[in-house]
């Protein structure tokens, strides 16, 4: 009976561990949240929360105090931060944690991030290539579609990037 026991055991301990492993970014978690109105604070407690990890962040670093309204329905953790931060702060995950930091201040280069779309369906374009013509810089989307690529110099709000999907 000891055998089988052990077996079952072994068994249970691979395939939780299988399944962990398995689980989706942080970054990628979908959550549905609505504010009015509410501080930044309130709204990222709400996020990690339904997303089950940890925010962390310098309050000296992130104005969390400011008042923000949104509604978003089962979109990714990312597009919500989005959202809230519009560019102006930087997120990583580490463990479970998503660590918020000030994006840095800088007209030389640009970082764009996003998500490819099926413009038919609707749905997240893995394996994309996305690149800047002009410089030559590229970058692939990720299993959800998603991508970030550093454009230099750009001009003004005349660049272009190009999306290519064999």
Do not use: C, W
Request: charged share 20%; net charge negative.
């Amino acid at each position: 009976m000891k055998p089988i026991f052990l077996s079952l055991l072994l068994g249970f301990i691979l395939l939780s561990g299988a399944s962990f492993a398995q689980q989706k970014p942080l970054l990628e978690r979908q959550v549905t949240v609505t504010f009015e109105q509410k501080p930044v604070s309130s709204v990222l407690d709400q996020v990690a929360a339904q997303a089950a990890f940890v925010f962390s962040y310098s309050s000296s670093a992130i104005d969390v105090t400011r008042l923000v309204s949104g509604n978003f329905e089962n979109q990714s953790v990312r597009e919500v931060l989005e959202g809230i931060f519009q560019g102006e702060v930087h997120y990583k995950e580490r463990g479970n944690y998503i660590i918020l930091t000030p994006a840095p201040v800088s007209k030389k280069e640009v970082t764009v991030s996003g998500y490819v779309l099926d413009e038919k369906t609707g749905e997240r374009i893995r394996n994309a290539t996305v690149y800047d013509p002009i410089t030559l810089q590229s970058s692939v989307t990720d299993e959800y579609g998603f991508f970030e690529i550093q454009v230099k110099n750009p001009a003004a709000e005349d660049y272009k990037l190009i999306v290519n999907k064999a």
